[in-house]
T-cell receptor
Framework: QKEVEQNSGPLSVPEGAIASLNCTYS??????FFWYRQYSGKSPELIMF????GDKEDGRFTAQLNKASQYVSLLIRDSQPSDSATYLC??????????FGDGTTLTVKP | GAGVSQSPSNKVTEKGKDVELRCDPI?????LYWYRQRLGQGLEFLIY????????KSGLPSDRFSAERTGESVSTLTIQRTQQEDSAVYLC??????????FGSGTRLTVV
């Protein structure tokens, strides 16, 4: 079992819809959870982090964390074609190291 | 500069030669990672430096790969006797564990 698992996709949604990206992790002691966005040919960039159970909102993005289920998700409301990218989930364990999932490719169709 | 700086941005080398890749992290960032990303693939962890602790080298794919970091500053990744399968983008990221990481623009390595 991988430490951090994501559906590889591709996930395709129409413009204006909600995109839902999911991530599960294996280390129950994980402390911090991050979402990165990577456009084709570019480096990943941090878009959100969350530490506590529940929701954290930042503009059109909402991160959701459920430590009991070892599950973290990213919702993108009012999806735009410019949101088309690969979204990487990263989890920081008690040991301090962050581990990345393989990413989910999102395509938003006009 | 304010970002993570990697050099060179592109490197073409002949099979069997050694290469050295450089990463200048953001000042004050205690943690530094090196990743490899092949075309169309995910991030492959190589090595992790955190402050003065011993680095986590568990991702280095062979003894041809090594990395050093001077304190909390510059890091170099060295690949000896390069092979064609080493062709990839090598990414460096720095940050603090609680607040995520900033990636450099990467070094695109092509072994011919």
């Amino acid at each position: 079992q991988k430490e951090v698992e994501q559906n590889s996709g591709p996930l395709s949604v129409p413009e204006g819809a909600i995109a839902s990206l999911n991530c599960t992790y294996s280390d129950r002691g994980s402390q911090s959870f991050f979402w990165y966005r990577q456009y084709s040919g570019k480096s990943p960039e941090l878009i959100m982090f969350i530490y506590s159970n529940g929701d954290k909102e930042d503009g059109r993005f909402t991160a959701q964390l459920n430590k009991a289920s070892q599950y973290v998700s990213l919702l993108i409301r009012d999806s735009q074609p410019s949101d088309s990218a690969t979204y990487l989930c990263a989890v920081r364990t008690n040991a301090g190291k962050s581990t990345f999932g393989d990413g989910t490719t999102l395509t938003v169709k006009p | 500069g304010a970002g993570v700086s990697q050099s060179p941005s592109n490197k073409v080398t002949e099979k069997g030669k050694d290469v050295e890749l450089r990463c200048d992290p953001i000042s004050g960032h205690t943690a530094l990672y090196w990743y490899r990303q092949r075309l169309g693939q995910g991030l492959e962890f190589l090595i992790y430096f955190q402050g003065n602790s011993a680095p986590d080298k568990s991702g280095l794919p062979s003894d041809r790969f090594s990395a050093e970091r001077t304190g909390e500053s510059v890091s170099t990744l060295t690949i000896q006797r390069t092979q064609q399968e080493d062709s990839a983008v090598y990414l460096c990221a720095s940050g603090t564990p609680n607040y995520g990481y900033t990636f450099g623009s990467g070094t695109r390595l092509t072994v011919v």
